[in-house]
């Protein structure tokens, strides 16, 4: 179930980051000024948060998942 092991692993690493960043900063273009054929854009920088009760579950869920991976190994 080593399988098993790594998405746990990668779901717990995703939660901690969750967590410590709270948040994916991300750019986005917006449509600023439009006439005719001459378009102005701008660039914006905005935050998607991650809520913690899902950074929490993530953690849990991921940890559950490398114990099971772990003691079907066994």
Not at 4 to 27: C, R
Not at 30 to 38: A, M, S, Y
């Amino acid at each position: 179930m080593r399988g098993l092991i790594i998405a746990g692993g990668l779901l717990a690493v995703l939660g901690i980051a969750g967590l410590v960043f709270g948040g994916v900063p991300y750019k986005e273009k917006e449509q600023v000024l439009k006439l005719g054929p001459i378009e102005a854009t701008a660039t914006q920088e905005k935050t998607a948060s991650i809520p913690q009760p899902i950074s929490i579950g993530l953690i849990v869920i991921g940890a559950g998942a490398v114990l099971l991976g772990m003691r079907k190994r066994s």
